[in-house]
């Protein structure tokens, strides 16, 4: 299955193309200020590098969410506009999929996600439940977990001073190669794909509704 992955929701921005699993090109831009604005030149270098016509693509994935809304929105206008272009389908991943992607698991620990945001909040994902919470009010979690994304060190600190059996992951920021993995993920999994837009997460956990079954993925070279 041939995938298009596009990220600009943290720091920095990445493309990359993916076919079954294995990546075929890729390239990720710093944090310097309009990088995002590279992404369409990204984007035809990757698929060039990889020898794709974007018709020929089976999936746009693009991260929705939590993170920068600028980034985000930048991402989004590309994947959209591509995927209009040429007739593909475009699919939201969130930012705590793909690093869930990039984790090796950990035996008898639940991964939490950590995401900074903006007044001394966090987003925290865990399982398909995001919600955003004050540093000093977050919730002790049952049994172990592991704890990754750019406000993890923070997070990890806070539980643990509060009695939580915690562990540092390694993953901290995504790319684009990561929701690529993440949407194969769902689709392996036969469920539905996030919509394609920005997600917005309120003081109350949101939650990710059951999905229906899709079609199973197309396997190519």
Do not use: K
């Not at 990445?14 to 990088?35: I, K, L, P, Q």
């Not at 919730?139 to 540092?168: I, N």
């Amino acid at each position: 299955m041939r995938i298009l992955a596009v990220d600009a929701a943290l720091a920095g921005c990445s493309v990359a193309a993916t076919c079954d699993g294995r990546a075929h090109a890729e390239w990720g831009a710093g944090t310097e200020r309009g990088n995002t604005a590279r992404l369409p030149a990204m984007v035809a270098s990757v698929l060039n590098e990889a020898g794709w016509r974007p018709g020929t693509l089976h999936l746009i994935a693009v991260t929705i969410g939590p993170g920068s809304f600028t980034g985000i929105r930048a991402a989004l206008s590309v994947a959209l506009g591509l995927g209009l272009a040429a007739g593909v389908e475009v699919g939201g991943v969130t930012v705590g999929e793909a690093l869930v992607a990039a984790s090796a698991p950990a035996a008898g620990r639940r991964l939490l996600t950590a995401i900074a945001s903006t007044r001394d909040r966090v987003f925290i994902e865990c399982e398909g439940h995001i919600a955003i919470r004050q540093l000093n009010q977050l919730s002790v979690p049952d049994g172990p977990v592991s704890v990754a994304g750019d406000a993890a060190e923070t997070v990890a600190a806070r539980l643990t001073a509060a009695g939580a059996d915690v562990r540092l992951a390694s993953v901290r920021l995504p790319h684009a190669s990561m929701v690529a993995a993440a949407a194969l993920n769902r689709v392996r999994a036969g469920l539905a794909l996030r919509p394609a837009q920005p997600l917005y997460v309120e003081n109350a956990a949101t939650t990710t509704p059951p999905a229906p079954p899709r079609p199973p993925p197309v396997a190519d070279g």
